[in-house]
């Protein structure tokens, strides 16, 4: 693209680059939560609920999840002050014929809440637990160094870290996002990117799972056949029903959990640009010599490729635990260490907000201009901005490089655990996502990403060779361990049944779960059909090397038109892939919650599809 000053099919030309009206409009959806307040009640004259308890706060309020794609009427909410008011309000709704649904954060794409387009009239209240079940706690510290961590389910992950960091405890990993409830968490099986290293073994309380495996105990709203009511019961680890309450998608309702933490571990973190994805991504046969996910990985057990759409070399996040500062690490003692892609420079906004608006085809400049916003943030390295054509210079300013580069340089970080792990504010650019597990062998790491990269190289260029620009976001890959009971220091505790990293008894070999996300920007045109493609094609992966579960908060399910819409993917793709190999899993699950809830009180008509 150097040296022109347009863009092909349909783009922008510099003219229109920062002119439009509409362009700034689409940039202040973009980045809404920056520029809109989240919180703010809505009204009408809409009589209240008959006899709704008297405890809890009731209004109405529009339900909108992170990326805008499920908005709803103004739905009856409540905030809840205590345990016992969630108990009130299910026991009502049970005797009222109403639904209880439980939101915390809304930072999620799966309509496990509520669907789009939800009419005011539906007989559903919501729960806001985040308004006043937040209590936390630190208790039982351990001999061996671990400690565990009382938290209510309306508290975020961010205060929780931060509360067991200040005490020195911490996490192996957790998900970017901070601002992300405890319920909400737990009820989706949330993760972040870790396994072992070579030779790395984890310390009491740390392991490679989700967060979901981490709990020792936890109290939830269940039914009680002798008194004919929902009850608030608590149930340790190795207790009936808690494998299945562990990762429960929305169809119970946990009020509090308890959760294994160990002695805080130190990160370095090392932000990589310089790796072409044909090398970083290469198949296993052509990987002598190559510096390759996997080969990071066996270093350090910890890594996110980041690949921003029609570039050729991604960001590379590589942790590493390291106990002492290194010369030359930047020494960090707090979260959110990467304000460049928290707060988009009012350009690249703008570009953004030219997309939503119409210009789909300036999806490679868009590519670009992320990338090399992250290069000179992270690096200070302009050289490719110079070099780049006219629109990229015109992006990316003097004033914006100024403003880079004045933040201070951030490819080499280190610090506690969680200011590293923490990443991701919700003022971001809100993308939607597609989300899977792939659960292969150790040794097999380098084989899926390999198959996945050259499927979706090819894929994205069919579509640009068409006119089509599906993709104008990136890429994301992570990898994790599976879960090992054993890590939460409960005898006889069983693993999530319906975690997507639940190990499958017939494939002990199989270890580790590559995460794959593709994101890009809501309602871009042939999006949905390409990410049911995407999805074929991962489905279909060699069944005797992958295991393929979807990624619950993400997209998945995918028609040519929409997501979660495939009802084979939905009722036969989905729950055979964790019935696979044997052993307690889905139909346990199923059964359980069916047996904790069996008016479907905390439920939805999405997931009574679901779970069937």
């Known amino acids: 693209m150097a040296g022109d000053s347009s863009v092909h099919g349909g783009g922008l030309s510099r003219r229109d680059l920062l002119a439009s009206s509409a362009v700034a409009g689409g940039a202040v959806w973009l980045l809404r939560g920056l520029v809109r307040p989240d919180g703010a009640y809505a009204a009408d004259a809409a009589p209240a609920p008959p006899d709704f308890p008297a405890g809890p706060d009731l209004y109405r309020r529009v339900y909108e999840n992170w990326a805008g794609e499920i908005h709803t009427d103004q739905l009856w909410t409540c905030a809840p002050r205590h345990p016992q008011d969630v108990l009130d309000v299910v026991n009502w709704a049970h005797g009222a014929g109403w639904t209880v649904r439980a939101q915390g954060k809304r930072h999620g794409w799966a309509p496990l809440t509520v669907a789009d387009d939800t009419p005011a009239a539906t007989r559903v209240v919501l729960l806001d637990t985040t308004a006043h079940l937040t209590a936390m706690s630190l208790e039982r510290r351990a001999a061996d160094g671990s400690a565990e961590v009382r938290a209510q389910t309306g508290a975020t992950l961010e205060d929780l870290l931060a509360l067991a960091g200040a005490a020195g405890f911490g996490v192996t990993a957790a998900p970017a996002p901070g601002q992300l409830s405890v319920g909400g968490a737990l009820a989706i099986g949330a993760h972040g990117?870790?396994?072992?290293?070579?030779?790395?073994?984890?310390?009491?309380?740390?392991?490679?799972?989700?967060?979901?495996?981490?709990?020792?105990?936890?109290?939830?709203?269940?039914?009680?056949?002798?008194?004919?009511?929902?009850?608030?019961?608590?149930?340790?680890?190795?207790?009936?029903?808690?494998?299945?309450?562990?990762?429960?998608?929305?169809?119970?309702?946990?009020?509090?959990?308890?959760?294994?933490?160990?002695?805080?571990?130190?990160?370095?973190?090392?932000?990589?640009?310089?790796?072409?994805?044909?090398?970083?991504?290469?198949?296993?046969?052509?990987?002598?010599?190559?510096?390759?996910?996997?080969?990071?990985?066996?270093?350090?057990?910890?890594?996110?490729?980041?690949?921003?759409?029609?570039?050729?070399?991604?960001?590379?996040?590589?942790?590493?635990?390291?106990?002492?500062?290194?010369?030359?690490?930047?020494?960090?003692?707090?979260?959110?260490?990467?304000?460049?892609?928290?707060?988009?420079?009012?350009?690249?906004?703008?570009?953004?907000?030219?997309?939503?608006?119409?210009?789909?085809?300036?999806?490679?400049?868009?590519?670009?201009?992320?990338?090399?916003?992250?290069?000179?943030?992270?690096?200070?390295?302009?050289?490719?901005?110079l070099l780049s054509g006219d629109l990229v210079r015109d992006v990316l300013t003097g004033d914006v490089l100024t403003h880079l580069l004045a933040g201070g340089l951030r490819s080499d970080l280190w610090g506690a655990s969680r200011n590293l792990l923490e990443y991701i504010r919700p003022t971001t650019l809100r993308e939607t996502a597609n989300g899977y597990a792939v659960l292969v062998r150790r040794a097999d790491l380098q084989w899926?990403?390999?198959?996945?990269?050259?499927?979706?190289?090819?894929?994205?260029a069919e579509y640009a060779a068409r006119g089509e620009y599906p993709v104008n976001g990136q890429v994301e890959i992570r990898v994790t361990g599976l879960e090992d009971p054993s890590v939460c220091g409960v005898p006889g505790a069983r693993p999530p049944l319906l975690s997507a990293l639940r190990p499958r008894p017939d494939r002990p070999d199989a270890d580790t779960a590559v995460w794959i996300d593709i994101l890009s920007l809501p309602a871009t045109p042939a999006l949905h059909r390409f990410y049911r493609e995407v999805e074929q094609f991962l489905f279909a992966l060699d069944g005797d090397r992958a295991t393929v579960r979807v990624e619950w908060s993400k997209g998945w399910a995918y028609t040519d038109t929409a997501a979660w819409s495939d009802p084979d993917v939905l009722t036969r793709t989905v729950p055979a892939a964790l019935r696979a190999g044997g052993g307690p899993g889905w139909d346990e699950a199923v059964a359980a919650l069916e047996r904790l809830d069996p008016h479907h009180v905390i439920s939805s008509p999405f997931l009574d599809t679901l779970l069937r």
């Open 448 to 460: 899926v990403v390999s198959q996945f990269a050259d499927f979706y190289r090819t894929l994205l």
């Open 193 to 385: 990117t870790a396994v072992p290293a070579t030779g790395e073994s984890p310390p009491p309380g740390h392991g490679y799972g989700s967060l979901s495996n981490l709990v020792t105990e936890l109290t939830a709203v269940v039914w009680d056949q002798a008194t004919n009511r929902y009850v608030l019961r608590t149930v340790g680890r190795a207790e009936p029903d808690c494998d299945a309450l562990l990762t429960h998608l929305g169809r119970s309702l946990v009020t509090e959990a308890v959760l294994r933490v160990g002695a805080d571990q130190n990160l370095r973190c090392q932000s990589l640009l310089d790796i072409p994805a044909a090398e970083l991504f290469a198949a296993p046969a052509s990987a002598a010599g190559k510096r390759t996910l996997a080969q990071f990985v066996d270093r350090t057990g910890r890594a996110e490729a980041i690949w921003f759409a029609f570039t050729d070399k991604p960001w590379l996040k590589v942790w590493s635990v390291t106990p002492r500062r290194p010369l030359g690490s930047r020494v960090v003692d707090e979260p959110y260490n990467y304000p460049f892609s928290d707060s988009l420079p009012e350009p690249v906004a703008r570009l953004a907000g030219s997309l939503v608006s119409g210009a789909w085809a300036s999806a490679p400049l868009f590519g670009q201009v992320q990338y090399l916003l992250a290069k000179v943030a992270l690096t200070g390295d302009i050289t490719d901005v």
